[in-house]
């Protein structure tokens, strides 16, 4: 295990949040990504393979294509090699709670010494992603005065065939480029608290032309009749409504007593055949039914 990741595990409490413990996957490789991460403040984080893990700039208004604008990137704590695929929901609540898609991926290459780019504070580099490309610079500035630490780095594009000063390529290109999904289509909708069933009380002989009389042993099933062309409605003015016709078993459900039979339109008793369909039945509040 690599020390390096001390300080990721020591944020994160891993029975509660989908992003990898790490230090499974080593080894060598130059691959990059661009998280787009929504938690407390929206941010890019861009990450760098370097020497087992990924080093790591949290970037508040992302990363643009034209050289001048220069944007502040925080370097953050080390992360493992797993996390480059990572995309998912981290559980509000905890360290970087909110979205995450891999907003862009794929390989870098530094143009200097990397120990002594990130130790100088001057560190130029290459991209080759789906939506980032060329040369890059990565410049740190200076700690104010009471700050101990060097965090804070300006992230710009270099001036290549890869710039391009009218293009947002943010604004171009929301998706991932592991998913295609947008990050706002990660987080769920909150479901809907239901509202507790009220218990439906049918009275079927208040229905206009009811007439008391026992239950019959069978109902003919309502068919339909075949046509060569769909009604229109012209001629009588009326309006209809096409849909597909769904392949399956048409059948009739009797209820009696608690009793549930189902049967075919041709007759047969397929009640054992249907599995739990008769509980489900036998659970509606009537004493006597039959359901087509
Ligand atoms: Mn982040």
């Known amino acids: 295990m ?10 994160r409490e891993f029975s509660k949040t989908p992003e990898p413990v790490g230090g499974l996957v080593a080894g060598e490789g130059n691959r990059f990504v661009v998280h787009k991460h929504h938690a407390t403040s929206d941010h890019y984080d861009l990450r760098l393979q370097v020497g087992g893990v990924l080093k790591s700039w949290a970037v508040p208004r992302g990363p643009s294509l034209n050289p001048a604008d220069k944007r502040l990137a925080v370097e953050t704590e080390d ?23 891999v907003w862009d991926t794929g390989v870098w290459a530094p143009m200097d010494d990397v120990e002594k780019s990130l130790r100088t504070g001057s560190f130029k ?16 500035l200076k700690a104010k005065p009471g700050d101990d630490e060097k ?12 710039a391009d000063t009218a293009l947002d390529i943010l604004a171009e290109r929301p998706e991932s480029v592991k998913s295609g999904r947008r990050i706002e289509e990660l987080v769920e909708a909150p479901k809907p608290v239901p509202k ?6 049918l009275k ?11 239950v019959p042993a069978r109902i003919e099933p309502q068919l339909a009749t075949t046509v060569a062309k769909p009604p229109d409605g012209v001629d009588t003015r009326e309006e209809w409504l096409h849909e597909i016709k769904f392949d399956g078993y048409r059948t009739m459900a009797h209820l009696a007593e608690g009793e549930v039979r189902l049967i075919t339109r041709a007759g047969l008793d397929w009640t054992r055949r249907y599995g739990d369909l008769p509980h489900a039945f036998a659970r509606l509040p009537c004493r006597e039914a039959v359901i087509d």
């Not at 690599?2 to 944020?11: D, I, M």
């Not at 480059?84 to 981290?90: K, L, P, Q, T």
């Open 204 to 214: 079927p002989g208040a229905l206009p032309g009811a007439v008391k009389a026992p």
């Open 2 to 11: 690599t020390p390096k990741l001390k300080a990721y595990r020591a944020k």
């Open 125 to 140: 580099f290459r991209l080759a992603g789906e939506k980032l490309n060329g040369g890059w610079m990565l410049t740190r």
């Open 151 to 162: 965090k804070n780095w300006l992230l710009f594009k270099e001036r290549d065939l890869a």
């Open 196 to 201: 507790p069933a009220k218990p439906v009380v």
């Open 79 to 101: 992360h493992p090699l797993e996390y480059i695929d990572f995309e998912g929901v981290i559980p509000e609540g905890e360290y970087g709670g909110g979205p995450m898609i």
